[in-house]
């Protein structure tokens, strides 16, 4: 098994308009984690993805494994009705001959709607259409596209009801069970960080506290986080002990 680091981050600093969104920021990430980075808004959590991916200027390493391929999902990705671009034509913009891809190109489409469990049916409706857990479901079966061994996600599931949110993590932890996938995440759902992260990074433009749920998910280190005294219990079914929190940002 591979030991060395799929991405190593070193001492991360973003400004944007003289102010600081993230300062020093330090951690690894090994094949097959699954790291969950919480903290109130405008922490810095979205910024330090796009840093990640090399959208925006920081100072400070990002250095990722030479075989590292990235899928990513952005937070929100509204799409209006009237918008006439269907799902096969939205698969395709990855292709660069677009007028020419053909049936191998759907062949690889299905192959990645397949994993999400989308139907070969949803090819021609139009994004718009879509609920929004379907649309979430086609956007992280566009990212795995290229056959990704890490995911990054920023709130996989803003904008999907209550009754999706439980089968998008089903099918991240699925895909991460099944292949291995590495994935990094933003969520704000401290229950999902407790069942399915490996390592928690505790951020608030730096890093606050980072580690295992079971060390880093205490009323000490949330209350140091979010700045607010937190009832959180070590229970089976903890969604409730700490909803309020969920609502906090």
């Known amino acids: 098994m591979n030991q060395n680091p799929i991405l190593r981050v070193e001492d991360l600093s973003v400004t944007i308009e003289r102010e600081k969104i993230l300062e020093n920021i330090s951690f690894t990430v090994m094949p097959g984690d699954v790291v969950a980075l919480i903290g109130p808004n405008g922490a810095g959590k979205t910024v330090l993805l796009r840093s990640l991916l090399g959208l925006m200027p920081y100072r400070g390493g990002v250095h990722w494994s030479p075989d590292a391929i990235i899928g990513y999902v952005p937070q929100r990705y509204n799409i209006g009705k009237s918008v006439p671009l269907t799902v096969r034509e939205f698969f395709l913009l990855h292709e660069r001959k677009f007028i020419f891809a053909g049936l191998g190109a759907d062949k690889k489409i299905m192959e990645s709607l397949a994993l999400v469990n989308m139907p ?3 090819l021609g409706e139009r994004l718009g259409n ?3 857990g379907e649309l979430q479901r086609v956007l992280i ?3 795995l596209y290229d056959k990704p061994n890490i995911l990054l996600f920023d709130e996989p599931t803003a904008g999907v009801d209550v ?3 439980e089968t998008i993590y089903n099918l991240l932890h699925s895909l991460q069970d099944r292949f291995g996938i590495t994935i990094i995440l933003v969520s704000h759902e401290l229950n999902v960080v407790f069942r399915y ?3 928690v990074l505790c951020l608030n433009k730096t890093l606050v506290c980072s580690g295992e749920p079971e060390t880093v998910l205490t009323p000490e280190k949330l209350a140091s986080l979010y700045g607010e005294p937190t009832h959180y219990h070590h229970m089976h079914n903890i969604k409730e002990a700490v909803s309020g929190l969920n609502k906090a940002g």
């Open 130 to 132: 879509l609920s929004g």
């Open 141 to 143: 079966a566009w990212a």
């Open 120 to 122: 070969a049916g949803v």
């Open 197 to 199: 992260a490996t390592q």
């Open 163 to 165: 009754s999706g949110e």
